[in-house]
């Protein structure tokens, strides 16, 4: 069974430019869920997608970030336009299971975004 | 959810059981405690979870105390491959929450 991939592993991008990141959840898992990891910071939540549906986008920093997962398969998240303080990892997890069911998270290898 | 206290450092001989130690002495009856680690420059990778009854996988066996107030990771034969963040997290059982990381429990395995 593939695990959660993420493309690309690193970008490197100037501030105020675009980037889009992707996540492709395992194969049937219903949860997706964005994180992020600030340099010498804690690994934080940004949002939880349940199909195509956003369950909880709490953790969003603000609105130069949206996520998207149309037809409830893959995810991106856009950062539009990237700022300095954006740079960290990016990682992207899913889960099996409807509400529930308390089923763990699996986890991407991230994407290392560093804007200049 | 509920918060955990992990010491911040352990280190471990090779080839002999680490033991990390968690408190989350407000978790509620209904969330679970999770533990998960990351390895430098990996994702955050599961080891194992559990209710109020001690689980044990290929990884690794968790002990949970009869009031759920704290809670052992144990690796049973650390290896130098063992040596990563260990984080202690407890989880709500309901709708697939997310997971809440603290800074989590350096374990360095000394050759």
């Known amino acids: 069974e593939a695990g959660v991939t993420q493309f690309p592993s690193h970008s490197v991008i100037e501030k105020g430019q675009t980037v889009t990141l992707r996540c492709d959840p395992i194969?049937?898992?219903?949860?997706l869920y964005w994180y992020r990891r600030v340099m010498g910071k804690e690994i934080k939540f940004l949002l939880h997608?349940?199909?195509?549906?956003?369950?909880?986008e709490s953790g969003m920093p603000n609105n130069r970030f949206l996520a998207e997962r149309t037809g409830g398969t893959y995810s991106t998240l856009k950062v539009q336009p990237a700022e300095l303080e954006d740079s960290g990892v990016y990682f992207c997890?899913?889960?099996?299971?409807?509400?529930?069911?308390?089923?763990?998270?699996?986890f991407g290898n991230g994407t290392r975004l560093t804007v200049t | 959810d509920a918060k955990t206290t992990q010491p911040p450092s352990m280190d471990c001989a090779e080839g002999r059981a680490a033991n990390l130690p968690c408190n989350h002495s407000?978790?509620?009856?209904?969330?679970?405690v999770y533990w998960y680690r990351q390895i430098h420059s990996q994702g955050p990778q599961y080891i194992i979870h559990?209710?109020?009854n001690n689980e044990t996988n290929e990884m690794a066996s968790l002990i949970i105390t009869e009031d759920r107030k704290s809670s052992t990771l144990i690796l049973p034969h650390a290896t130098l491959r063992d040596t990563a963040v260990y984080y202690c997290?407890?989880?709500?059982?309901?709708?697939?929450?997310?997971?809440?990381f603290g800074t989590g429990t350096r374990l360095t395995i000394i050759p």
């Open positions: 997608f349940v199909k195509e549906s956003k369950q909880d």
């Open positions: 997290i407890v989880r709500s059982n309901f709708g697939n929450e997310k997971l809440t």
């Open positions: 194969s049937g898992h219903d949860n």
């Open positions: 559990g209710l109020k």
């Open positions: 407000t978790i509620s009856g209904n969330e679970y």
């Open positions: 997890a899913s889960s099996e299971g409807g509400r529930g069911d308390n089923s763990p998270l699996h």
